[in-house]
């Protein structure tokens, strides 16, 4: 599911005096009110998939009703970095007290608050009314519409989420079923990079290992010496005596040897 960036800033220029985060739309959540799940996006990739609670009270952005706004929305502030697990929240404000999960009674937010502001006219009190994501100890009604307004999530969940999120990532909230959208692609991990790594080292050393070395000024004058005598040799070698009547035979070849100047060369060091 690919949304252009176009549409997201012509949303935020409905309204640029009451939202002044920029919006990054590399990651982008998706929650379905049909599926009661939370599908987590970036760079146009599924990353995950967590099950949530929207309202129990219907669909809709009304004061004075606790219902669950539609369209497109972005996080405007994330509350409770480094709160511990269970961490219970009072106006936005950790109070000291830790609730286990289906703690019986009990049903604050807790763990991690998603504040959540409205692009459009639809959604524009959701600021204001206080929309978050959020968890809550009331983990068995996950998965069903039982919040007073906000989305729910369990504790574990709502943590993962919160550190892969920034402030101005988009969030759209949709009555159908999340859209059928490809995994994102995986990201090698610092092991893998470095395995990657050392593989191509060793295989630069070892191309090296079995270069052959490069020669000597002595050596490369030896081998021309050599080279031409050879030639010399074969040349004479391929004389013949032609006579009428006569069998043609090929002349002895002569052994090759060194000139005066090769051995010159050879025993020369400044050479």
Known sequence: MRWP??????????????????????????????????MLLQ????????PISTSMFGLGDYWGRMTTPLG?????????????????????????????PNAPGRDPVITRIIWLRG?????ALAFRR??????????????????????????????ALYNQLTLGSIVQIVPDRLPKVPKAAPVPSSSTLVAVAEKANGQDQLGSASAP????????????ALAAERQKSQ????????????????????????NKGAVTAQNSPGA
């Open 5 to 38: 960036l176009a549409v997201i800033l012509s949303l935020i220029s409905v309204a640029p005096a009451v939202f002044a985060t920029q919006v990054d739309p590399s990651t982008r959540l998706v929650i379905s009110v049909r599926d009661q799940k939370l």
């Open 43 to 50: 760079n146009g990739g599924k990353v995950a998939t967590y």
């Open 72 to 100: 497109y929305l972005a996080v405007a502030q994330k509350i409770g970095d480094h709160a511990p697990i269970g961490a219970v929240f009072h106006n936005r404000r950790f109070t000291g007290e830790i609730l286990a």
């Open 119 to 123: 692009l459009e006219a639809q959604n």
């Open 130 to 159: 206080c929309i978050y994501i959020h968890g809550t100890p009331q983990e068995k009604t996950i998965g069903r519409p039982a919040s007073y307004g906000c989305i729910r999530m369990k504790s574990s969940d709502v943590a």
């Open 213 to 224: 070395a490069p020669l000597s000024v002595e050596q490369m004058r030896m081998r021309g």
């Open 235 to 258: 040349a004479r070698g391929e004389q013949t005596n032609t006579t009428r009547g006569s069998i043609v035979r090929p002349i002895d070849k002569v052994p090759p040897t060194l």
